[in-house]
């Protein structure tokens, strides 16, 4: 039935289905597959997001190594008590995830607080669910992936130091 329609008879035409659900995401289709729509808007939040984060742990990256003059005396004296690189990496790792954790709560904090006038700009009703796994994932995932990355230069540079 859809060949009798095609005015070229080379020309292949099918039917498909695509899930309702989707149809708010992914509005423009090409040979039956979805090539763009609101995803692309969606996916451009995301790369910004990310760049954003990106930015902020470089940032924590160079002030922590600018302030490591005021360190190299701790790292300096817990080498001459016998502390090891490893272990003084792995102090500085772990003061960068726990001063991740407020920043990100500090972070949804103002989400929340900053949320109703965005729906109200917007004309939308958005919500943060956090009573579900996946969002409980996706942050705790944040939480370690930002405290690693930000704090990993610092922490190789810092144990890097020789007393002398």
Do not use: W
Not at 75 to 99: D, P
Not at 130 to 157: E, F, H, K, Q, W
């Amino acid at each position: 039935m859809i060949r009798s329609h095609a005015n070229d008879p080379n020309n292949y035409l099918s039917a498909f289905l695509f899930p309702y659900a989707k149809n708010h995401l992914y509005t423009d289709f090409k040979n039956g597959k979805p090539v763009g729509g609101k995803i692309d808007q969606i996916k451009l939040f995301l790369f910004l997001a990310f760049g954003v984060l990106l930015i902020a742990c470089i940032n924590y990256m160079k002030l922590s190594t600018a302030q490591s003059e005021r360190r190299a005396r701790e790292v300096g004296v817990r080498k001459a008590l016998g502390s090891t690189r490893n272990s003084i990496a792995a102090q500085f790792l772990t003061e960068s995830l726990l001063i991740s954790f407020p920043a990100m709560i500090l972070a949804f904090a103002l989400l929340e607080l900053f949320l109703p006038y965005f729906n109200h700009l917007l004309y939308i009703h958005m919500v943060i669910d956090y009573d579900s796994a996946l969002t409980r994932a996706v942050l705790a995932g944040l939480i370690v992936i930002s405290g690693l990355l930000a704090g990993s230069y610092p922490s190789l540079y810092l144990s890097s130091f020789t007393p002398g």
